[in-house]
């Protein structure tokens, strides 16, 4: 399975674990000049900004061993760019990371979510 496929099938089930699980999904793959941000969801009262990282297999480490510091900041500057587009203030937000372990025929066999991953970092 290619790299671009992986992920998108990834973005794909992490999607529907969300809104099984009670997420409201806003938005799907946020682009700005700083970066991309998978998922916007909410929470209950949370708005919550979506990673969503796949791998066939642990032979380049976990999918969250993935999100660095770098993509971190990213994430960061992002999510602040979507908050003043959207005027969003005086809003509880998370960044949240969705690992997804798929076999090599793409099928679904792990799927973890990491709540509150991360803070906003400058």
Same mark, same amino acid.
């Given at each position: 399975?290619?790299?671009?496929?992986? *992920?998108?099938?990834?973005?794909t089930?992490? #999607?529907?674990? %969300?809104?099984?699980?009670?997420?409201?999904?806003? @938005?799907?793959? /946020?682009?700005? !000049?700083?970066?991309?941000?998978? %998922?916007?969801? @909410?929470?209950?009262?949370? %708005?919550?900004?979506?990673?969503?990282?796949?791998?066939? *297999?642990?032979?380049?480490?976990?999918? @969250?061993?993935?999100?660095? &510091?770098?993509?971190?900041?990213?994430?960061?500057?992002?999510? #602040?760019t /979507?908050? $003043?587009?959207?005027?969003?203030?005086?809003?509880?937000? !998370?960044?949240?990371v &969705?690992?997804? %372990? #798929?076999? $090599?025929? *793409?099928?679904? !066999?792990?799927?973890? #979510?990491?709540?509150?991953?991360?803070?906003?970092?400058?």
């Amino acid at each position: 399975m290619q790299h671009l496929q992986t *992920g998108k099938l990834g973005e794909t089930f992490a #999607l529907a674990w %969300l809104k099984n699980n009670g997420y409201q999904v806003l @938005q799907t793959n /946020y682009h700005c !000049r700083w970066g991309e941000i998978d %998922l916007i969801a @909410q929470s209950g009262s949370v %708005l919550v900004f979506v990673e969503v990282k796949t791998r066939c *297999g642990n032979g380049f480490g976990t999918p @969250q061993a993935a999100v660095t &510091i770098s993509k971190q900041k990213k994430m960061s500057q992002t999510a #602040l760019t /979507y908050l $003043n587009e959207h005027q969003i203030t005086n809003q509880d937000c !998370r960044f949240d990371v &969705i690992a997804v %372990l #798929l076999s $090599n025929n *793409g099928s679904l !066999r792990k799927i973890e #979510l990491i709540s509150d991953a991360f803070n906003f970092i400058e």
